[in-house]
Nanobody
Framework: QVQLVESGGGLVQPGGSLRLSCAAS????????MGWYRRAPGKQRELVAK???????NYAEFVEGRFTISRDNAEKKVYLQMDSLRPEDTAVYFC???????????????WGKGTLVTVSS
């Protein structure tokens, strides 16, 4: 069973930093794209950042250079370093990955359960 597990959320003051981590596990043949989405209170889920297997990142406009996405292919992990956090960054952050499991050899989207990030003084 393939799963994604996030960690690193919490409460931080405006201007502070947090680092989110996500680990993929299970019977995995290959992982293509990985990334982070978020859902703020009362809003729809939106892309934050994603990264290809070759390490090419893509960020949402609202990131404005404050976040950095990275991944460790050997460890099957993706990270999101968030700096200069703002109250409007408060949301549940979800890990996403396009994974080819060994059971099917067919690529599918997988999601973590989410980790809450609260930016407040």
């Amino acid at each position: 069973q393939v799963q994604l597990v996030e960690s690193g959320g919490g409460l931080v003051q405006p201007g502070g930093s947090l680092r989110l981590s996500c680990a993929a596990s299970g019977s995995i043949y290959n992982i293509n794209g990985m990334g982070w989405y978020r859902r703020a209170p009362g809003k729809q889920r939106e892309l934050v950042a994603k990264i290809t297997s070759g390490g090419e990142p893509n960020y949402a406009e609202f990131v404005e250079g404050r976040f950095t996405i990275s991944r460790d292919n050997a460890e099957k992990k993706v990270y999101l370093q968030m700096d200069s956090l703002r109250p409007e960054d408060t949301a549940v952050y979800f890990c996403w990955a396009l994974i080819i499991p060994r059971t099917t050899f067919y690529g599918m989207d997988y999601w973590g359960k989410g980790t809450l990030v609260t930016v407040s003084s």
